[in-house]
């Protein structure tokens, strides 16, 4: 089967830097999506990892280590607008598997 | 329509009755997918739609869940003999055709409560 491990939830300051981690366990593996979901609205793409190594998107940057079944996002220079959740999801047999999610809680 | 849209937003109904969830997937789309996700928890997969391939129904809860496509446009989601644990946000997406590295485009989801 597939699973996914988050932290449940975390907790920044505005203008820090915070890194959510996943680790996975499937049988097949293609790469490692990150979504965003505001509270009550649609999850929204983040990024893909396929290989190992670091994606820049802007302020936002996803890790993969395939061989550790271990990837992060990492979030940097920190908006009140990043207060979300921000799930995982691995691609196998025709599908998405998710995370359960992190809360990401961002103070002033 | 630049977005997945979905309908109804929200849906109040009593324990035993049927709904029907409806999706329009962003066009040319091939591929579309069903989730449901609990108060608080992630995304778990019901069904896929890949063009005219036959669906993968292998997330589907239980038999009183089915799904229709037809073509390439339009999904239904049926959940007949609604329970309370049917109540959950339903979300679908699209992504231009099926692959890990396609982006999938959710929906607004539609709220579902069963009394």
């Known amino acids: 089967g597939q699973s996914l491990e988050q932290p449940s939830e975390v907790t920044a300051v505005e203008g820090a830097i915070v890194q959510i981690n996943c680790t996975y366990q499937t049988s097949g593996f293609y790469g490692l999506s990150w979504y965003q979901q505001h509270d009550g609205g649609a999850p929204t793409f983040l990024s893909y990892?396929?290989?190992?190594g670091l994606e820049e998107t802007g302020r936002f940057s996803s890790f993969l280590s395939r061989s550790d079944s271990y990837g992060y996002l990492l979030l940097q220079e920190l908006q009140m607008k990043d207060s979300a959740s921000y799930f995982c999801?691995?691609?196998?047999?025709?599908?998405?598997?998710f995370g359960s999610g992190t809360k990401l809680n961002v103070k002033p | 329509g630049a977005g997945v849209s979905q309908s109804p937003s929200n849906k109040v109904t009593e324990k035993g009755k049927d709904v029907e969830l409806r999706c329009d997937p962003i066009s040319g789309h091939t591929a579309l997918y069903w989730y449901r996700q609990r108060l608080g928890q992630g995304l778990e997969f019901l069904i896929y739609f890949q063009g005219n391939s036959a669906p993968d129904k292998s997330g589907l809860p239980s038999d009183r869940f089915s799904a229709e496509r037809t073509g390439e446009s339009v999904s239904t989601l049926t959940i007949q003999r609604t329970q309370q644990e049917d109540s959950a946000v339903y979300l679908c997406?699209?992504?231009?055709?099926?692959?890990?590295?396609?982006?999938?485009?959710f929906g607004p989801g539609t709220r579902l409560t069963v009394l």
């Open positions: 990892n396929a290989l190992d």
């Open positions: 999801a691995v691609y196998n047999f025709n599908k998405f598997y």
């Open positions: 997406a699209s992504s231009l055709e099926r692959g890990p590295t396609d982006t999938q485009y």
